[in-house]
T-cell receptor, first 113, second 113 residues
Framework: NAGVTQTPKFQVLKTGQSMTLQCAQDMNHEYMSWYRQDPGMGLRLIHYSVGAGITDQGEVPNGYNVSRSTTEDFPLRLLSAAPSQTSVYFC????????????FGSGTRLTVV | QQQVKQSPQSLIVQKGGISIINCAYENTAFDYFPWYQQFPGKGPALLIAIRPDVSEKKEGRFTISFNKSAKQFSLHIMDSQPGDSATYFCAAVYGGATNKLIFGTGTLLAVQP
């Protein structure tokens, strides 16, 4: 049982490049979310999903796109990377059966130069 | 605008002492209040959680106190140990279908031996 798997663990991008951060969970959780963590700002919600085909914006959605075609996968896309998107990104999943507690992946450290 | 306010930003406690972290919120749509613990290089992990109809919850050395009328809640770590040194986040979950999880800004706890 792997839980929440994020890839890659580290990534360096040039300004303007695009990329997709991958997230997969094997717990059949309905809810999935993406967060970014920056010093002194905690974890801020980027996008979230309540099930396959349903996504919505969080606190800081600009510059990011998501889709959820399956229950297991919730990729995060950066269309045109900017230095302000340098951060650590976490994916998380949850379900009512888990007591609404979220399980987090180990994170992706992204640097945009 | 920070939906969940957390203090202090950092905390130093002697081994065996009590660590106290405070949080406050405004939105009454929140209906679940978890605390997460994060070690360097790892994703946050659920530590303990409470619902607003309960004033206190204790699990081992960790206790949540909840004041619904004041919209405040706090984490107490009794007999603090060096292994408790980590970043602690309070959080709040929206009720209803979204299960959206919003974090405070975090408290870096250092327990000195």
């Amino acid at each position: 049982n792997a839980g929440v798997t994020q890839t890659p663990k580290f990534q360096v991008l040039k300004t303007g490049q695009s990329m997709t951060l991958q997230c997969a969970q094997d717990m059949n959780h309905e809810y999935m979310s993406w967060y970014r963590q920056d010093p002194g700002m905690g974890l801020r919600l980027i996008h979230y999903s309540v099930g396959a085909g349903i996504t919505d914006q969080g606190e800081v959605p600009n510059g990011y796109n998501v889709s959820r075609s399956t229950t297991e996968d919730f990729p995060l896309r950066l269309l045109s990377a900017a230095p302000s998107q340098t951060s650590v990104y976490f994916c998380a999943s949850s379900s009512p059966g888990s007591g609404y507690g979220y399980t987090f992946g180990s994170g992706t450290r992204l640097t945009v130069v | 605008q920070q939906q969940v306010k957390q203090s202090p930003q950092s905390l130093i406690v002697q081994k065996g002492g009590i660590s106290i972290i405070n949080c406050a919120y405004e939105n009454t749509a929140f209906d679940y209040f978890p605390w997460y613990q994060q070690f360097p290089g790892k994703g946050p992990a659920l530590l303990i959680a409470i619902r607003p109809d309960v004033s206190e919850k204790k699990e081992g050395r960790f206790t949540i106190s909840f004041n619904k009328s004041a919209k405040q809640f706090s984490l107490h770590i009794m007999d603090s140990q060096p292994g408790d040194s980590a970043t602690y986040f309070c959080a709040a979950v929206y009720g209803g279908a979204t299960n959206k999880l919003i974090f405070g800004t975090g408290t870096l706890l250092a327990v000195q031996p």
